[in-house]
Nanobody, 117 residues
């Protein structure tokens, strides 16, 4: 079973930046698409950024132009660079490999991002 470990969250002021990292175990990382998700209090988890095995990227409209997803297959790691952060970006952020109906792996513990002055 692949395990994922997210890190890099924290408390940041509006307009600030954070870089999240997600490292996975196993040998399948380079052969799967990866995505970042987030779940705010009282809301459903949503996909915010996606990167294919070939490097194609897609973003939720709410983060387009502010967030950048990237991957390093040699390190089994996916990153999320978040700039111009807003209070509404406050959430627990998770990574996973998106599947047909649900993500391929069990969820990690996530990393908390809090945007507040």
């Amino acid at each position: 079973q692949v395990q994922v470990v997210e890190s890099g969250g924290g408390l940041v002021q509006p307009g600030g930046s954070l870089r999240l990292s997600c490292t996975t175990s196993g040998s399948t990382f380079s052969s799967v698409a990866m995505a970042w998700y987030r779940q705010a209090p009282g809301k459903q988890r949503e996909l915010v950024a996606f990167v294919s095995t070939g490097g194609t990227r897609n973003y939720a409209d709410s983060v387009k132009g502010r967030f950048t997803i990237s991957r390093d297959n040699a390190k089994n790691t996916v990153y999320l660079q978040m700039n111009s952060l807003k209070p509404e970006d406050t959430a627990v952020y998770y990574c996973n490999a998106p599947g047909k109906g649900s993500p391929l792996w069990s969820w990690g513990q996530g990393t908390q991002v809090t945007v507040s002055s």
